[in-house]
T-cell receptor, first 114, second 112 residues
Framework: GAGVSQSPSNKVTEKGKDVELRCDPI?????LYWYRQSLGQGLEFLIY????????KSGLPSDRFSAERTGGSVSTLTIQRTQQEDSAVYLC????????????FGPGTRLLVL | AQSVSQHNHHVILSEAASLELGCNYS??????LFWYVQYPGQHLQLLLK??????LVKGIKGFEAEFIKSKFSFNLRKPSVQWSDTAEYFC??????????FGAGTRLTVKP
């Protein structure tokens, strides 16, 4: 497809389990972004990749969160030992080269931690 | 803490009314500014953006925004709204090379 895709679209997990969220950016986009949107809140910036590198991981909420990107394409966001406060919609976006470019958003993964 | 503030949580207008959604930010220095929109059931998409130059920027679907540096504001406007403008609107600021801050969003409901 031509847009950003994310999988799964919905994920229900039990507290303490690990989850992996996937993002497929638009082909040719070197920049990739992860955001979290909690109920009634705006988007919270988590991490930015330029190619396979993330210059700064300080936006990740805790050390239970990690992200990687391989081949300059697909990215995964992993949450270890999930907590109920991790419940949110996780959005991925990509852009041609960086923050000044238009970000194209995916549909998001809705995560519910029971 | 540095932030992006959207003053209105929910705005309800009748068709043909004028719209202005407020956005203020608290970052100093040079920033890049954006308005994104999320229509019901759709993904977030860019309405318009400002980097430099003319502080009045025009976007898609008749929207425009004015950057007022002295007020740290980037308000979104449309002279005459339509029912199809019903959506959630997010102001966003790119304050440095590795950050993007969004406001909490304003839900716009346009009554036909």
């Amino acid at each position: 497809g031509a847009g950003v895709s994310q999988s799964p679209s919905n994920k229900v997990t039990e507290k303490g389990k690990d989850v992996e969220l996937r993002c497929d950016p638009i082909s040719g986009h070197t920049a990739l972004y992860w955001y979290r949107q909690s109920l009634g809140q705006g988007l919270e910036f988590l991490i930015y990749f330029q190619g396979n590198s993330a210059p700064d991981k300080s936006g990740l909420p805790s050390d239970r969160f990690s992200a990687e990107r391989t081949g300059g394409s697909v990215s995964t966001l992993t949450i270890q030992r999930t907590q109920q406060e991790d419940s949110a919609v996780y959005l991925c976006a990509s852009s041609y080269s960086g923050f000044q470019e238009t970000q194209y958003f995916g549909p998001g993964t809705r995560l519910l931690v029971l | 803490a540095q932030s992006v503030s959207q003053h209105n949580h929910h705005v309800i207008l009748s068709e043909a009314a004028s719209l202005e959604l407020g956005c203020n930010y608290s970052y100093g220095g040079t920033v890049n500014l954006f308005w994104y929109v999320q229509y019901p059931g759709q993904h977030l998409q860019l309405l318009l953006k400002y980097f430099s130059g003319d502080p009045l920027v025009k976007g898609i679907k008749g929207f425009e925004a004015e950057f007022i540096k002295s007020k740290f504001s980037f308000n979104l406007r449309k002279p005459s709204v339509q029912w199809s403008d019903t959506a959630e609107y997010f102001c966003a600021v790119n304050p440095d090379y590795n950050d993007m801050r969004f406001g909490a969003g304003t839900r716009l409901t346009v009554k036909p």
